[in-house]
């Protein structure tokens, strides 16, 4: 267990809102920011997810993401027992996850893990328990991994007829390697959380009981320090990561700092007011 924090963990409390079937929205509300936390309340299945669920979750994402005073939001499951057992094997169709019996089936995931890596706010998975198939695919997409000490990781995927080729693959790789990552998905083995922690899967390991003080403790860190500075971090390492779609994030957030520049607002006023813009009053910096 490794911990950097040395003052007492402070009690936290959380206002919930929003309608849901499937998961719970709260937040806090303290001074210098609150913390967002989406909480998968489906615990007779393990917090497995339904097309539904994952439908909430990314409205759930949506929202902390607009809200100015959040500045960092926790992944959960409901209970002890599991932080996500992944899709649920009781409405995979024949070709993806169903929203309805009537309905065609497909991978909701696809987008959302999209928009978890898209969310400039850092987004902490708190796990308790199992985190298994497309629930371990989801703590590898969060920024940050806390884990209990009863937490037990793996992917299933070649058990059940699955596998995820996307950030499942890549992000487990980089992560613990490409060997570990193959035996990972190779043997479908489960591991616990002391084996998680040495392989660099999760962040650190604390008992049960101090799972959600120590997260929270962990958001409050962040959100005393700077949020351009993390966001423009998380776009960063996401850059290299993702590509062409990594870079374009990157890039218009430069051109977001850029439009508060006086440079930027002299092209603009002169547009308005009709003028040839001066930019000769700008520095060609080195
Ligand atoms: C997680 C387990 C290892 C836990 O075992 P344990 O013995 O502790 O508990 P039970 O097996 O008795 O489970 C209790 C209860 O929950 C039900 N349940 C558990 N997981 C699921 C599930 N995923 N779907 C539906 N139901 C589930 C279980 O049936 C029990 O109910 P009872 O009514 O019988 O009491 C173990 O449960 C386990 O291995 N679970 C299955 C895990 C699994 O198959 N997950 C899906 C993998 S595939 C996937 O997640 C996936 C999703 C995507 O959207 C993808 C998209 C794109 C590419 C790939 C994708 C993908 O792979």
Redesign the pocket.
Known sequence: MTSTSTSEPQPVSWHASGEWTDIRYETTDEPGGSIAKITICRP???N??RPQTLVEISHALELAREDETVGAIILTGEGE??FC??????VRGDSG?KLDEGSTGR????DLHVQMRRCPKPIVAMVAG?A????H?LHLVCDLTIAADNARFGQ??PR?G???G?Y?AGLLADLVGPKKAKEIWFLCR?YDAAEAERMGLVNTVVPLAELEATTVQWCREMLALSPWALRLYKLSVNAHEDGYAGIQQLAHDANLLFYGNAEAQEGRNAFREKRTPDFGQFPRRP
């Open positions: 007779e299945v393990h497995a997810f027992r599991a057992s992944g899709g649920d094997q009781r996850y991978f909701h995931v696809t199992w298994i198939g497309g629930g695919v299933v995927g059940v699955s596998f995820d996307g499942g489960q």
